[in-house]
């Protein structure tokens, strides 16, 4: 019973942060019961109500939630015991300016300050541009940011870039080497404040930072520059604009 005692006590005491903020994975439902749990996230998150949530537990149901750049490179599918939105082929999207030919815009959301979280795994073989992108601040094809992913850093990739009428440039101000791709699936989260401050998390490790005040209010969306993967759940809280 000390034993017991104690492990109860550590768990009680353990940070809320070890098992990543805002994390959907599935989790057990009582024995017996025959089915997984998937609890729903936090209601408001630092002061921002949740605005969107999306677990793809609904199936293809869920697929109209979104606007692609190219509808036949992506599906629902189930990827071991998670149903996902995956972008499965590569897009014969040509964007007018060198961007991301890959995005699933979360259709009628338009958010100023946000905190945007992703559960995603990148489905390519390893590569020093193996990629995963998170988009935000949309306003049209030609007028976004994004975070860009990659395995390594250098002048086009693993950072946070601004595509803005013309091709894409990097306005990261820190960032790391790279993003330590493998098999499992990943939690990314992306803060954006009112004063144009970018943090992004990988796995709550801060990655990349950025300050740009350009495109305060715009859409949200996930996809890849030229690669593939699956994204298990998007939540995203912020102050939504009409």
């Known amino acids: 019973m000390v034993g017991a005692a104690v492990v109860f006590l550590a768990l009680a005491q353990a940070p809320a942060e070890a098992a990543g903020a805002g994390d959907t994975?599935?989790?057990p439902a009582p024995q017996g019961s025959g089915k997984k749990y998937v609890p729903r996230p936090a209601a408001e998150e630092k002061g921002l109500p949740l605005v969107f949530h999306e677990d793809f537990s609904s199936g293809e149901k869920a697929l109209p939630r979104f606007e692609y750049t190219d509808p036949k490179a992506w599906r629902i599918e189930k990827?071991?015991?998670r149903t996902v939105l995956s972008q499965f082929a590569a897009s014969e999207y040509v964007p007018a300016v060198r961007s991301?030919?890959?995005i699933a815009w979360i259709r009628d959301l338009k958010v100023g300050q946000f905190i945007y979280e992703v559960k995603l795994r990148s489905t390519v073989q390893d590569y020093g541009h193996r990629d995963l992108c998170l988009f935000f601040g949309g306003?049209?094809?030609s007028h976004f940011f994004y975070v860009?992913?990659?395995k390594e850093a250098d002048p086009h990739s693993n950072s946070i870039f601004k595509v803005d009428g013309q091709p894409r440039v990097s306005v990261a101000t820190r960032r790391t080497d790279g993003t330590p791709w493998d098999d499992s699936y990943h939690l990314v989260r992306i803060v954006r404040e009112e004063s144009g401050r970018v943090e992004v998390f990988w796995d709550g490790k801060s990655v990349m930072l950025?300050?740009?005040?350009?495109f305060p209010i715009g859409r949200l969306?996930?996809?890849?520059f030229d690669d593939k993967g699956n994204f298990a759940t998007l939540t995203v809280w912020g102050k939504k604009a009409e």
């Open 210 to 214: 950025a300050e740009d005040q350009g």
């Open 100 to 102: 991301p030919f890959n």
């Open 148 to 150: 860009h992913l990659g």
């Open 25 to 27: 994975s599935p989790l």
């Open 221 to 224: 969306g996930v996809g890849s």
């Open 139 to 141: 306003v049209d094809a």
């Open 79 to 81: 990827d071991g015991e």
